[in-house]
């Protein structure tokens, strides 16, 4: 190279240097989680039930894929701790409740049933005797 070389290359413009996020940054970012269930934290019912459908998602999309997925949240409540909205694999026991007594319910109302058969058989045997 001689000092009559000229440089034609075009100078780049200088690579502005982009800000690396801060860990604090990044931390705002994600949702927060509830100080006394240690769960993702989420602001009302909607929130909620878009973050469930998204884990949702998730878990039929690996399972596809022929892998499985240990999220088994199935429904989404409120917290009394934090009043946010978290999810849950567990059923809703209430519901539950008001199950088994429904079932309780119908079970007595058959015993009911087959109770007065019984006795209607029985009553019409002695009629006939
Ligand atoms: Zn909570």
Redesign the pocket.
């Known amino acids: 190279m001689t000092s009559t070389d000229i440089n034609l290359t075009i100078p780049l413009p200088p690579k502005v240097a982009r800000r690396r996020r801060s860990a604090e940054t990044i931390r705002k970012h994600r949702l927060p989680t ?4 240690g ?1 993702i ?1 989420y602001r009302d019912h909607d929130q909620a039930r878009d973050g469930l459908g998204s884990t949702t998602e998730r878990r039929l999309r690996v399972e596809s894929e022929g892998f499985t997925s240990r999220r088994r949240e199935i429904r989404t409540y409120k ?8 999810s849950t694999s567990q059923p809703d026991l209430r519901l539950v409740h008001d199950q088994s007594r429904r079932e309780e319910q119908e079970l007595i109302q058959q015993r009911r049933e087959t109770g007065a058969a019984i006795a209607a058989r029985i009553f019409a045997a002695g009629a006939r005797a």
């Open positions: 509830c100080p006394t269930t769960k934290r917290c009394s701790f934090c009043a946010g909205w978290h």
